[in-house]
C-alpha cells in the first residue's frame, strides 16, 4: 500500500500551485493534486484542503488502493475542522461514499474515539444513527463495547432507536 509523506504532500503542493500560478490550472488536475488533497485530509491541513476545493478539485475523489474518501480520512484521523468544512461547505454527504468507504463516517469516528466529531455528526449534520449496512454493528453497541463513556451519552441524548437498545442486551 502506498503510503504518502508529509514531505511528499507538500512538494506535490507546491507543484500544484506553481502550476496554478502559471495559468495552468488544467494541468493541476492530475494524480500530484489528488495525492496532495487526500494527504492534506489525512493530515488535518485544512489551508492547504482549502485551497485544493477552491481550484476546483473533486471533494468526493478517494484514495488508491483502499478506496477512503476524503471525508473519511478526515474523521478517522480526528480532523473536526476538516470535517465540518468538507461536509458544510463542499457538501460531501455526511453518510460518506457508500460504494467507496468500508466503514461509515459514524463508524470510524466512534471506533477512534472521536467524541467532537461524533457530536457534530449527530448534531449538526444528518447521520443515520441506526447505523449503515457497511458497519459489523451498530453505533450504540460499538460505543459500548468499545467503553465509550462520552459518545454513549452523545448517541443516546441524539435519539438512539430503542432497536439499537435492545441490540445490547
Given amino acids: 500500500m502506498l503510503k504518502y ?14 502550476l496554478l500560478a502559471d495559468g495552468d490550472a488544467a494541468g493541476a488536475n492530475d494524480i500530484d493534486t489528488e495525492h496532495a ?16 476545493l477552491q481550484n476546483g478539485i473533486d471533494p468526493n475523489i478517494v484514495t ?3 478506496g477512503h474518501s476524503a471525508l473519511y480520512l478526515a474523521v478517522v ?3 473536526e475542522g476538516l470535517v465540518r468544512m468538507l461536509i458544510k461547505d463542499f457538501h460531501v454527504n455526511p453518510n460518506g461514499n457508500p460504494a467507496r468507504d468500508s466503514r461509515s463516517p459514524l463508524f470510524a469516528a ?20 441506526d447505523g449503515d449496512d457497511r458497519d459489523p454493528e451498530p453505533p450504540l453497541r460499538l460505543a459500548s463495547r468499545l467503553g465509550r463513556q462520552q459518545i454513549l451519552g452523545i448517541l443516546l441524548d441524539a435519539g438512539v432507536t430503542i432497536n439499537q437498545m435492545q441490540q445490547l442486551l
Fill in 5 to 18: 509523506s508529509l514531505l511528499g504532500m507538500y512538494m506535490a503542493h507546491h507543484q500544484v500551485f506553481g
Fill in 37 to 52: 488533497f487526500l494527504e492534506a485530509c489525512r493530515v488535518g491541513d485544512e489551508g492547504l484542503v482549502l485551497e485544493l
Fill in 64 to 66: 488508491i488502493p483502499t
Fill in 77 to 79: 484521523n480526528g480532523h
Fill in 110 to 129: 466512534i471506533d477512534n474515539g472521536h467524541a467532537g466529531i461524533v457530536r457534530m455528526m449527530v448534531q449538526e449534520f444528518d447521520f443515520d444513527l
